[in-house]
């Protein structure tokens, strides 16, 4: 795939506008999808989560809108609309919607 998808272009956008959160749900919508990069928005309700993995790309995570938790190697962040952190390659991570919260996420393989 080459170049983005599921999103407007040549047109202002507001990136938090761009997923909706659904209760008691993880959201997703990819906007690239390739061997060297992904891009994602994800909107998380209060209390979702997605568990402890991996990736083979370092990740870099933006908080769009609310507050996140993001674990690195056990330790934890709390990410707040405007703020970002690298989940680093390999090592294990995990997010959870400390309260309702969007991000955006690009990954680098």
């Known amino acids: 795939m080459t170049g983005l998808k599921n999103i407007s272009k040549a047109e202002v956008l507001t990136l ?3 997923v909706a959160y659904q209760k008691g749900q993880v959201v997703s919508k990819t906007l690239a999808q390739n061997a060297a990069l992904s891009v994602t928005l994800f909107s998380f309700d209060k ?3 997605i568990s402890t993995h991996e990736s083979g790309g370092d990740a870099f995570v933006t ?11 056990g330790k934890e962040y709390l990410l707040r609309e405007g703020e970002s952190i690298v989940m680093p390659a390999r090592h294990p991570h995990a997010v959870y ?6 991000m955006l996420l690009v990954v680098v393989f």
């Open 16 to 18: 938090k506008d761009e």
């Open 47 to 49: 209390g979702e989560e």
């Open 63 to 73: 908080c769009l809108d609310g507050m996140g938790r993001i674990t690195i190697d």
């Open 97 to 102: 919607g400390q309260e309702p919260f969007k």
